[in-house]
């Protein structure tokens, strides 16, 4: 199994604070958890649908997967990453996160 780069929810805030244009966060969670907050500048994509959606995603950018303890994310990041794209993990999902959220 290919072993996915995590990144902890610290890192995720300095790559938002720096404007890496080239990063994007991809929150996984359902459209109830996203309800009570994302990561502001995250695009939400449920689970389920990262295969629908996989084709319209730039493979020249970079993505964080976020979710709410970590595994789901992980999924998403082992699938996204099998088909050549390149994904990082934010461990311990938002369950961890101490930044911002918007509703």
Known sequence: ?????EVT???????ISNEDVNTEIIDVREDEEVASGMIEGAKHIPLGNIPDVADELDKEKDYILVCRSGRRSMNAALYLDEIGFKVRNMSGGMLEWGGEVII
């Open 1 to 5: 199994m290919e072993h996915i780069k």
């Open 9 to 15: 929810p610290k890192e995720v805030e300095e790559i």
